[in-house]
């Protein structure tokens, strides 16, 4: 990618649609709403793809309003947890309290978490906007995911 070229969006690769029940939505944009103007992030996790059942909330400890890194102590604590539940990474979160839910180019190149999905929240509109992505080093492409409504049997 040449300085004058931005991220290229590529199109989706069939990955089935992340399944995220309403309360832990509620719970992602309630953080998010929180921690503003910093970025907020955390893990989403799940005993299998692709259906979430655990948020785990992590600290930013750059507290900076544009980028994230997450506390080293929450990530540890939040990897054991998952291990310990027999779950697995489902997706990462982070927000954009300013700016859309896409990836920026510091997103692409401090993407230290591979082909995991990547959930970016975006507070600069009244409602916020989530959106799902898989990041590579110079290009993105988005993801379905889907709201799963707890009090029906299965989620669907």
């Known amino acids: 990618m040449s300085e004058l070229e931005g991220p290229r969006e590529e199109t989706y690769a069939g990955d089935p649609p992340l399944e995220i029940p309403a309360s832990i939505l509620a719970a992602m944009i309630e953080q998010c709403r929180t921690e503003a103007p ?11 793809r692709p259906r979430v059942v655990t948020i785990h909330r992590l600290r930013n400890a750059m507290a900076s309003e544009t980028r994230y ?15 310990e539940k027999r779950e697995e990474w489902l997706a990462i979160y982070h927000s954009h309290p300013t700016s ?16 995991l999905p990547q959930i970016i929240i975006s507070l600069a509109a009244a409602e916020p906007s989530v959106r799902a992505w898989r990041l590579a080093e110079s ?3 988005e993801l379905p995911w889907r709201v799963i409504v707890e009090s029906e049997p299965d989620g669907r």
């Open 38 to 48: 910093r970025e907020a992030c955390g893990i989403l996790s799940g005993p299998a």
């Open 69 to 83: 890194t997450a506390d080293s102590r929450d990530l540890i604590a939040a990897a054991i947890a998952i291990r």
């Open 100 to 115: 859309a839910a896409i990836p920026s180019r510091i997103d692409l190149s401090q993407n230290g978490y591979g082909p």
């Open 139 to 141: 290009s993105y492409h």
